[in-house]
C-alpha cells in the first residue's frame, strides 16, 4: 500500500513566473505566443526555455538543451510553475538526469500530459511532488473548461470532481487511493526502469491517442507482466482517443481484476481534457460517475 504523502508546491498566485518548457516534441511558435497569452490573462508571468521554440529532428532540441531548460525552471527560485509546452516524444530520454535536490528543495506545479507522463513518474519517484496532469501549452484555448481547469489545478487549493460521460463503461464500485497513471504507452514504457512506482493500493489512471487495439493490448499485457496491475484498488480511465476497438480490449484486461473500474472521464487527449492531480487521494465511485482529487497545490 502507498502510505507516503504527497508533496504539494505552493498554488500560484498573480505575478508568479510560470517557466514554458518543451522537453519533448518541437513547439511552433504562435501556439507558444498563445499559451503566454493565456496565461497573462490568468495575471501570471512566463519566461519561455532558451531552447524551447528549437528542433533537433523529431525532438524540440537536443537532449542536452532540453534537459538544460527544465533544471534551469527548477533550479531557480524565481520560478514557481513548469508549464510543459508539448508531449510527443522525448522526455523518458532526459528524465534520468533531472535535477531531483533542487524539486525536493523548492517544489513548484508541474504541468502537462502524454509523454510528460515520463516526467511524472519521475518527480513522484524522486521527490514525491504532487504535478498536475493537464493540457500542455499549446493545447490551451481560451475561455474553455480545460483551460479554466488548469488554472484552478495551478492556482487554488480546491479538489477536482471529474463526472464520466454517460455511456462509461467499467465495473461498479468505488475504491480510494493515490492516483497514478497517464498515458498508457509512456507507462509501459517506464516498465523496468527505476520510475516504475508501487502501485498496489492505487488508483491507476490511463489514456491514449491514436493506437490501434493490438498496440492496447500490447501496452496493457506489458503493465500486467511487470506487475503494475498487482493489487490496484481501482482505475480511472480517460480519453482512448481514435483508437479503435480500445474498449473490448480494455473490458477484457481491467475487467477481471476484481476492482472498480471507471470509463468515460474527459481526461486525455481531447480538447475537453479536465486537469486533475497525481500523487494524490482520490476517490472513484461507479454509481455517481465521479472521480474526485485533492488539489495538487496548497
Not at 477484457?252 to 472521464?265: D, I, N, T, Y
Not at 486537469?275 to 455517481?288: E, F, H, K, Q, S
Amino acid at each position: 500500500m502507498i502510505d507516503v504523502v504527497a508533496v504539494r508546491p505552493p498554488r500560484l498566485r498573480a505575478g508568479d513566473l510560470v517557466a514554458l518548457v518543451a522537453p519533448a516534441g518541437p513547439v511552433p511558435e504562435d501556439q507558444a505566443a498563445r499559451t503566454e497569452r493565456i496565461l497573462a490573462g490568468w495575471g501570471l508571468r512566463t519566461r519561455q526555455g532558451r531552447h524551447s521554440l528549437g528542433r533537433s529532428g523529431f525532438l524540440s532540441g537536443t537532449d542536452d538543451e532540453r534537459l538544460a531548460d527544465l533544471n534551469a525552471a527548477l533550479r531557480d527560485p524565481s520560478v514557481r510553475g513548469v508549464m510543459c509546452l508539448r508531449g510527443g516524444y522525448g522526455s523518458q530520454r532526459i528524465v534520468d538526469r533531472l535535477d531531483f535536490a533542487a524539486v525536493r528543495a523548492d517544489p513548484k506545479v508541474v504541468v502537462g500530459f502524454s509523454d510528460i507522463t515520463a516526467l511524472h513518474l519521475a518527480l513522484w519517484c524522486e521527490a514525491r511532488l504532487a504535478t498536475v496532469h493537464g493540457p500542455v501549452g499549446v493545447a490551451l484555448r481560451e475561455d474553455t473548461p480545460a483551460a479554466e481547469a488548469v488554472r484552478r489545478s495551478m492556482m487554488t487549493a480546491e479538489p477536482v470532481v471529474v463526472t464520466a460521460g454517460p455511456a462509461a463503461a467499467g465495473v461498479p464500485g468505488r475504491a480510494d487511493g493515490i492516483l497514478l497513471g497517464g498515458n498508457l504507452t509512456l507507462l509501459a514504457a517506464s516498465c523496468g526502469t527505476r520510475h516504475q512506482p508501487p502501485v498496489a493500493g492505487a488508483i491507476l489512471l490511463l489514456e491514449e491517442v491514436n493506437e490501434a487495439a493490438y498496440r492496447v493490448d500490447r501496452s496493457l499485457v506489458q503493465l500486467r507482466r511487470a506487475g503494475w496491475l498487482d493489487g490496484v484498488a481501482g482505475v480511472a480511465l480517460g480519453h482512448f482517443t481514435n483508437c479503435p476497438g480500445a474498449d473490448a480490449v480494455l473490458a477484457e484486461h481491467l475487467g477481471g481484476l476484481g476492482v472498480p473500474v471507471l470509463g468515460g472521464l474527459p481526461i486525455g487527449h481531447d480538447l475537453a481534457q479536465i486537469a486533475v492531480g497525481l500523487g494524490l487521494p482520490a476517490r472513484i465511485d461507479t454509481a455517481a460517475g465521479t472521480l474526485t482529487v485533492e488539489a495538487p497545490a496548497r
